[in-house]
């Protein structure tokens, strides 16, 4: 590889691991691909390193992510002072199934703006595709071992947030990193599409009804509110439409686009924006939410803040069309 690898950073991280008889591994409610990937791969190549350790990756479960691997139920009764490790989170409020954990200290690894999760060993780098990218570079540049399915679900990670590598996040390193997940475990990658990329003949309607009734103002911004009802008509869940989004990515008309699901269960409206220009975190950040520049989630509470919400979006839509004449 020709990039430069903080080794030290990397050392570091692995020294903490390996500090460390008991490990929690965590990550952000709603979890996508690259969330779910990163947890279970970091926890997969730990155990296989260090077969004595006690190592749980937690949160909720999502039926279309068990393809990836199972979760843990842990009793942290039972636990003494672990190693609490936070991927692809930056905000304590959105890290899942720790509630009742008692830790000694947190390991960060995450590639969104820092927030208010501080670790006392932290790798935070926005320039990455990834928190998969990231470990998959811990595990090449360390002494944690790289098995077949560690590869393939670090790689799975990669492909779905760069979209294929498609999206900005997607560097040569990027790429350099995939080339070597490849080369050493000798993954079958092509196959590995059709994991993120089949879908039900429902999820292809629910599209359609999307693209049909997506509103697109004079500003080049597109939204749609998704109520329960049409989710289960469609018989689809509510993390769909974020699974979804990436899609509309090459959309003349769209400069921002964002899907409003409601989410019956939990008394709110879950919320994924996309961008080609406009910066969207600092909006996302005002609703309950942030993320990426161009990528960010937010969670709305009522018609008011929604009405708010695609106002915010419309407007710096507006300006960034102003701001290009």
């Known amino acids: ?70 979760l843990n139920k842990v009793n942290y009764a039972e636990l003494h002072n672990p190693l609490l490790v936070v991927l ?51 595990v090449l540049y360390t002494k944690l071992k790289l098995t077949k399915k560690v590869a393939e679900n670090l790689f799975l990670g990669m492909v779905s947030d760069s979209e294929r590598f498609s999206l900005k996040n997607t560097t040569y390193e990027t790429l350099d990193t995939a080339k070597e997940l490849i080369r050493l475990s000798k993954i079958d990658f092509t196959s590995l599409y059709d994991i993120l990329y089949t879908r039900p003949l429902g999820e292809h309607k629910f599209m359609a009804y999307i693209t049909n009734n997506l509103v697109v103002d004079e500003n080049k911004f597109g939204y749609i509110i998704i109520n329960d009802e049409t989710l289960k008509e469609f018989n689809v869940d509510v993390a769909t439409p974020s699974n979804l989004i990436n899609n509309y990515n090459f959309i003349e008309e769209l400069l921002v686009w964002t899907f409003i699901t409601e989410d019956v269960k939990n008394n709110q409206y879950k919320v994924s924006i996309r961008s080609r220009g406009p910066i969207i ?21 009522n018609q008011e803040e929604i009405q708010n919400l695609i106002s915010d979006l419309s407007k710096a839509c507006q300006d960034y069309g102003d701001s290009k004449l």
């Open 88 to 138: 692809d989170v930056p905000n304590l409020y959105r890290v899942d199934g720790i509630e009742e954990l008692k830790y000694t200290s947190i390991l960060k690894i995450d590639h969104h703006p820092k927030e208010d999760i501080k670790g006392n060993v932290d790798w935070t780098d926005m320039e990455k595709s990834s928190t998969c990218q990231m470990v998959a570079e811990l």
């Open 1 to 70: 590889m020709v990039f430069i690898i903080n080794k030290t950073l990397l050392k570091n991280i692995y020294k903490e691991i390996k500090k460390y008889d008991e490990i929690v591994i965590a990550r952000h409610t709603g979890p996508d691909p690259d969330a779910i990937c990163s947890q279970i791969a970091l926890r997969d190549s730990i155990k296989e390193t260090f077969p004595n350790k006690k190592v749980y990756a937690v949160g909720a479960g999502v039926a279309k992510f068990k393809k990836f691997g199972n």
């Open 281 to 301: 975190n600092n909006i996302a950040s005002k609703y309950h939410g942030g993320g990426h520049k161009y990528a960010s989630g937010a969670k709305v509470m």
